[in-house]
């Protein structure tokens, strides 16, 4: 199997500074596309492969949407999540699941406690346990199961990457992209996440986040209908507190990130930028893709800076504020 970017193709993106001084550095590859979609920027080799992660949801979503799920508002915005698992998160999943006339049982993807603090605590205290809808993909797992059952799909099996909605979800993928994906691969949730070049996920991302509701083409009338959607409730596509809710928020990006360091983001005017942190550690990479859209003037300054304060970029010592992680640039 191919693989990822080896350190001779990624530049410093981000440091982290203790008290003046730089503890750690994180290298990675980036990309920005102007909006007319030319590349305004690149940092390291963005032909290298990477597997996208949870920064792939944004297409699988558009995939399934497409197909004909029947989801609008909150509901797009959780099959395109990956959430923190509170009881409102829940709450939406269970009703895709309900269109489906399908179960929690159903769900392919593996129990887990919620990510946000709060709710598993009072899981904890309330004898809980695991449970496959709290898992930070179960809404991307029951618009699967909801897209089989529109279509006259035996919903079983719906992870193998030879179901028919697997099928649809990489044809769309390899017709976004621009390429044909280099490689198959299991994600953490069990569902195929496919290898491809950093530019070509910039290029999917790209064409999303610049569609538009009232397109002649289908395709990028429903993507268009999935940005709006992750827009206009934000705390879907992640949770409150979190990351990409925060930005989306506070700038109105569309974004969406990945484990091992991976994050995609669309600027208001289309501006669009995907990075892949070498190490796999996401805690810079918000950050640096909203400068990197900055820095091209998609975003202004001072909502930046608002953002990054936000943000948990503070590194702290004897319960103070002593340093931050920022962008290298």
């Known amino acids: 199997m191919p693989q990822t970017f080896a350190a001779a193709d990624a530049v410093e993106l981000a440091v982290v500074e203790r008290s003046g001084f730089v503890e ?24 290298a492969l990477i597997l996208p992660r949870s920064s792939l949801k944004p297409l699988q979503a558009l995939a399934c949407l497409s197909a004909g799920a029947p989801l609008e508002g909150e509901r797009l915005g959780l099959a395109t999540a990956s959430h923190s698992g509170t009881d409102r998160h829940v709450a939406v999943v269970r009703e895709i699941l309900a269109l489906a006339e399908l179960g929690e049982d159903d769900l392919g993807c593996p129990a887990a406690w919620p990510s ?7 899981l904890v205290r309330e004898l809980g346990q695991p449970a496959r809808v709290r898992m930070n993909c179960s809404g991307k797992h029951a618009t699967m199961l909801l897209t089989s ?28 992209i621009g390429e044909k994906v280099a490689a198959t691969a299991v994600d953490g949730c069990g569902a195929p996440v496919y290898a491809m070049t950093l ?20 395709l990028h009338r429903s993507a268009g209908t999935l940005v709006e959607a992750v827009r206009a409730a934000p705390w879907t596509i992640d949770g409150p507190g979190r990351a990409d809710t925060i930005a989306i928020e506070r700038i109105g990006v ?46 202004a300054s001072a909502d930046v800076a608002d953002t990054f304060s936000k943000l948990p970029l503070a590194v702290s010592g004897g319960g103070q504020d002593v340093g931050a992680i920022r962008p290298a640039f």
């Open 254 to 299: 569309f974004a969406k990130g990945g484990a091992e360091g991976v994050i995609v983001m669309v600027a208001p005017d289309g501006t669009t930028v995907a990075l892949k942190m070498l190490d796999g550690s996401g805690r810079a990479a918000t950050a640096v893709a909203l400068r990197l859209l900055e820095r091209h003037g998609a975003l």
């Open 116 to 122: 946000d603090t709060a709710t598993r605590d009072e």
């Open 24 to 47: 750690s550095r994180h290298a990675g590859i980036a990309i920005v596309l102007a909006a007319d979609g030319t590349i305004a920027e690149k940092f390291g080799d963005p032909s």
């Open 199 to 218: 530019f070509g996920l910039a290029r999917a991302i790209h064409r999303i986040g610049n569609s538009s509701t009232t397109s002649p083409f289908a």
């Open 149 to 176: 059952v529109v279509n006259g799909w035996d919903p079983t099996g719906y992870l193998s990457p030879e179901h028919p909605v697997q099928l649809l979800i990489r044809e769309t993928i390899e017709r976004l």
